[in-house]
Nanobody, 118 residues
Framework: VQLQASGGGLVQAGGSLRLSCAAS????????MGWARQAPGKQRELVAS???????NYGDSLKGRVTISRDNAKNTVLLQLNNLKPDDTAVYYC?????????????WGKGTLVTVSS
């Protein structure tokens, strides 16, 4: 499984960005796609995730300013970031957790940098 993320860049505070991630390979029918982020000097934290069977989960840091969605036919997950703040500056990583009868396999993309200027 490989993940290719895109959509990062430089944006002014208050602006928006849309991140996209496409998974290639077999991610099965039961999985969770999502995004995490890591700012300099900080631990990686959950931004949002969306299981293949429905529902969404948002981390606390961007709650109310982020929307996650997925296209199962295309194995893609989108992350809409709104009202961005300088503290949102981080590398955003795409993730898919593939669930099989033998366990869970975690895959990570290389990340896309989001820089929010004040």
């Amino acid at each position: 499984v490989q993940l290719q993320a895109s959509g990062g860049g430089l944006v002014q505070a208050g602006g928006s960005l849309r991140l996209s991630c496409a998974a290639s390979g077999n991610i099965g029918s039961v999985n969770v796609m999502g995004w995490a982020r890591q700012a300099p000097g900080k631990q990686r934290e959950l931004v949002a995730s969306v299981p293949s069977r429905g529902g969404v989960n948002y981390g606390d840091s961007l709650k109310g300013r982020v929307t996650i969605s997925r296209d199962n036919a295309k194995n893609t997950v989108l992350l809409q970031l709104n009202n961005l703040k300088p503290d949102d500056t981080a590398v955003y990583y795409c993730n898919v957790a593939v669930v099989t009868s033998t366990g869970v396999s975690d895959y990570w993309g290389k990340g896309t940098l989001v820089t929010v200027s004040s």
